[in-house]
């Protein structure tokens, strides 16, 4: 159910209404939610469809640490006993978001003090309890987090960084540990009681603000703008009658009998008359510093793309149109035979590829990625996708995929047509399974890792059989569609004939052989994203909220731009050099990009994670090669569509002097024939 309902959510994104009055827009699935105070089993009728009471959320539990997360109930936690749970959309099942009813109850406007949740107790003595109480250990050891939402908000944990700045986290920690020898780690640095040796702190309790803001003129209640807590650690004496004051509550690693922890909880309602229900998020997102950052890298790409521009400006401008007037200023045929450069190779520049259907398939996977990607950001910009609406970037992008089987198949068919290929069977079907189930493969073996160790990111084996059958039912149907169109079209004419006799291929210097260009082709690509995609594998690993979609669409166009002109570059130097074999050095030029992301990658797992243990590396390696070939795909076909675009220019323009050299060549034999009126006369 979760996959049709993501589908559905995709199509709703379409639609945008009035959820309130005519004036009002809103996205959908983000109308603000009116609240009003009432007394104890009372309903407010002045107010139409007005709340009072606010549902506190929990979702899964993650780490810096490790890239497995765990559902909320995993670490033995209060629980609610309704089991109540929202309806998860693709994009949160595919991220392993368990969003569930949490057992804090509070209504609105209505202050509590220290109540009480419930009272866990192990132990050490049995299996089973000892079992729970070394995994909820583990979690302080490894820094988990907690992640609730009120009113589709995060609740966040704010505190003082440097420079005197706050930062607010849509999370805050489970408990923190004191190594053996008195190093505190993570957030046992905040409190000074927080000294013994080899003992774990567990914040057992949480003061939660919540901040509203009353509607004016409007008979609309009030609405919810921020949440924020502070965790606490308090070890009651009385467990009966908790006080919220005395010492934290440690658990020594070494202890051994019965344990008990109590959970409690505190609610203060503030209003406030400055922030607005449609700002409600910025000052979560005001608190990540990355403004600046992302103007720097932004400036870099541009002077990369200007730099690049300008080199492509002086080859069109200056050297193919100075080749080309000289080429027309040519007077006799046997001028017209004295071609040199990038000409000498006319007759072979479209000769067939070897593996051409491994490359015609290729082009449809990344012709699939590439609308798939642009339509998604797009969205993205526009609101649309943005972080309050969770799992709708994944699941859009899932959907896209799927319904951007047709251009996959009918690209794939017509290149592989102009190829002189054959096997259309072959061709059509590799280009409905062989990219998409190598990620598919690479996908199930990381799921069985994830099931093996019951993280809530395992996706259910029901939603995998839905998955299987959008594909096969949705995806490769339409793929064939778009292949009986494209083998039915005529193939791509070329501007100039292709000889019978291959031309052989002269010397080439170091720089002009295919590993050093095509080495060399993916640094400037890499250059422009390069800080970009820092913050990208920040949201992924590291559990940062993403929300700059403008910037990122921004360097989006940026790297379009810069693999094209680098392989226009590339290859008009390859074809001075005589070297005619151009569509998979293009192809593989800006695709070898994602060979310096891979670099990356690895680089960015050993300096800036702290992920510790087998499975997690095994994850986290299994998911880079999944996006490394996804990236392959789609800047390897950018950089063949221009390089196809340019080489199909200017070739062009040989063409037309072909047909010149045929009419001067009729012009002197005309001349030659032509008998003088004088002769006639005299006969």
């Not at 229900?277 to 793309?305: C, G």
């Not at 250059?527 to 700059?548: A, E, P």
């Not at 166009?557 to 590339?570: F, G, M, R």
């Amino acid at each position: 159910m979760a996959v049709f309902h993501g589908v559905r959510v995709v199509f709703v994104l379409f639609v945008c209404g009035s959820l309130r009055d005519a004036l009002s827009f809103y996205l959908p699935g983000l109308a603000p939610v009116s609240f009003c105070e009432t007394e104890e089993g009372e309903k407010n009728n002045d107010v139409p469809d007005c709340k009072s009471t606010i549902e506190l959320f929990v979702n899964r539990l993650d780490s810096v640490e490790s890239v497995l997360p765990y559902e909320y109930t995993a670490f033995d936690f209060c629980a609610d006993e309704s089991e109540k749970r929202p309806s998860e959309n693709l994009g949160q099942v595919l991220f392993g978001e368990r969003i569930e009813l949490s057992p804090y109850k509070f209504s609105f406007k209505k202050n509590l003090e220290c109540q009480s949740v419930c009272l866990k107790s192990y132990n050490t003595e049995k299996a089973e309890e000892k079992a729970k109480l070394d995994f909820l250990k583990k979690g302080m050891l490894l820094n988990y987090q907690h992640h609730w939402i009120v009113d589709n908000m995060p609740v966040t944990w704010c505190y003082d960084v440097e420079d005197n700045q706050k930062f607010c986290n849509p999370g805050f920690p489970i408990g923190c540990y004191v190594t053996d020898t008195g190093r505190p780690k993570d957030a046992c640095v905040v409190n000074a009681d927080f000294n013994d040796k080899d003992t774990f702190y567990i914040f057992n309790h949480v003061d939660i603000t919540i901040f509203y803001h009353v509607v004016e003129n409007e008979a609309a209640g009030a609405r919810l703008v921020a949440a924020k807590l502070e965790p606490m650690s308090y070890k009651y004496t009385d467990m009966e009658k908790p006080d919220c004051k005395g010492p934290p509550m440690s658990l020594n690693n070494k202890f051994k009998g019965e344990v008990k922890i109590p959970y409690t909880y505190s609610v203060k309602f503030v209003e406030d008359k400055q922030i607005r229900w449609a700002s409600r998020w910025d000052y979560i997102l005001e608190s990540m510093p990355h403004t600046n950052i992302q103007w720097f890298s932004i400036m870099n790409s541009l002077v990369i793309v200007l730099f690049l521009s300008g080199m492509v400006a002086m080859i069109m401008l200056r050297t193919l149109h100075k080749d080309i007037a000289r080429y027309n200023q040519m007077d006799s045929v046997e001028d017209a035979q004295e071609e040199f450069g990038w000409k000498l190779v006319h007759g072979d520049v479209f000769r067939p590829p070897r593996k051409g259907m491994l490359l015609s398939v290729f082009l449809g996977s990344g012709t699939q990625i590439f609308i798939m990607t642009f339509v998604t950001l797009f969205f993205a910009c526009l609101g649309f996708l943005s972080p309050a609406n969770r799992g709708a970037l994944m699941t859009c992008a899932v959907v896209l995929w799927v319904l951007l089987g047709t251009p996959a198949g009918y690209v794939a068919a017509r290149y592989y047509k102009s190829f002189g290929g054959e096997k259309w069977k072959t061709n059509v079907l590799l280009t409905a399974f062989l990219c998409p189930g190598v990620v598919f493969a690479d996908f199930f073996e990381m799921n069985l890792i994830l099931w093996g160790e019951g993280s809530s990111a395992a996706m259910p084996f029901g939603t995998l059989v839905a998955i299987l059958a959008l594909w096969f039912c949705v995806s490769v149907p339409l793929t064939f569609i778009g292949a009986y169109f494209g083998f039915k079209k005529s193939g791509i004419e070329h501007p100039v004939r292709t000889n019978q006799i291959p031309r052989q291929i002269p010397e080439q210097s170091f720089y002009t052989k295919p590993l050093p260009g095509i080495v060399m082709g993916g640094i400037l690509p890499f250059g422009c994203i390069y800080i970009q995609l820092f913050f990208i594998l920040n949201s992924i690993w590291s559990h940062q909220m993403y929300y700059m979609f403008g910037f990122l669409f921004l360097v989006f166009i940026i790297l379009v731009i810069t693999c094209s002109e680098a392989t226009i570059l590339l290859c008009y130097f390859h074809l001075c050099a005589e070297d005619y074999h151009w569509q998979w050095r293009s192809f593989l030029t800006s695709g070898f990009t994602a060979v310096y992301f891979l670099v990356y990658a690895i680089y960015y797992f050993f300096s800036k994670l702290q992920i510790s243990g087998l499975a997690s590396t095994i994850l986290y390696f299994g998911y880079t090669m999944i996006m490394a070939l996804i990236f392959f795909l789609f800047t390897g076909t950018i950089g063949f569509f221009a390089c196809f675009w340019f080489v199909t220019k200017i070739y062009s323009v040989v063409k037309v002097d072909e047909m010149k050299a045929i009419l001067r060549e009729t012009e002197l034999f005309s001349a030659k024939c032509e008998i003088p009126e004088r002769d006639l006369s005299a006969g």
